[in-house]
């Protein structure tokens, strides 16, 4: 589904039609009823817009040339799949260049990847020797099977969530699980920033999720959700990024939380949620 006119007919969420408010200086839309958020106008296909300069200048300080930071987030972003969940054969969609799947890996566990870029697929192939498939995430999946469907920073930037959400589904065994993580756009940051707020990128980002709506579409896509929380960025980042960042980001972040963890059931400027298949019939 493309972006074009969506705004002015049907909300992804509840599908009310028509009535939709502008926000952000008239960079998204909301929709009075239940809060869905997504970017105003339209956007080029996938395929076009993640080629290999996204990777080095628009969406990436030159991802290609950071394999210490991309591994150091691979291996949180693990570690927190494994609180929750024992993949034996892991799918990971939009995989980049393949450096969770490598964790992965490295951990024992059978994992191969989705990309639609085709940059990206070929170095995650040709360089960490991961199998990765490229092309749609919503045409593979449904051939596929796995307990495990993992999704980073990817929910925000497809043509239809719906559409990747029942792909998910299908390639999941029953009871299988769904890991994913997406900007929140009701973090403390987002209120603070407003349009200056990193994650808007309105040329990338479609949809922008609050705990509340991710869990409802989770919910009517087939999904039965278990556990959400929110993570601020800086958890993330390298601990030498941390400490150059301490006085611009740590300081707003502890006056939002009222706490120096890195983890807010709310507030926290990504949204992290754990799903079960519950094989029910998706409409």
Known sequence: MKLDGIELVRCQLCGRAGGHSPTLGELLWSCPDCGFVWTAGSAPAPE????????????????????GQRRFEASRRLRWLLSGVHPTVLLEAGCAGGYFLEAAHQAGITASGIEVSHAAAAFARDHLHMPVRQGYFETIAPTLTADVVCAFHVLEHVEDPRAFLRAAHTALAPGGWLALEVPNIASAAANRLGTDWPAIAPTYHRWHFTPDTLSRMLVESGFRVISHDTVFSRFYWQPAARLRNARNLLVADVAASRSPRVTHPRLGDLLRIFARRDDRAVS
Do not use: P, R, V
């Open 48 to 67: 076009d817009l993640y080629d290999e300069a996204y990777y080095t200048t628009d969406g990436y300080q030159d991802y290609f040339a950071s394999a």
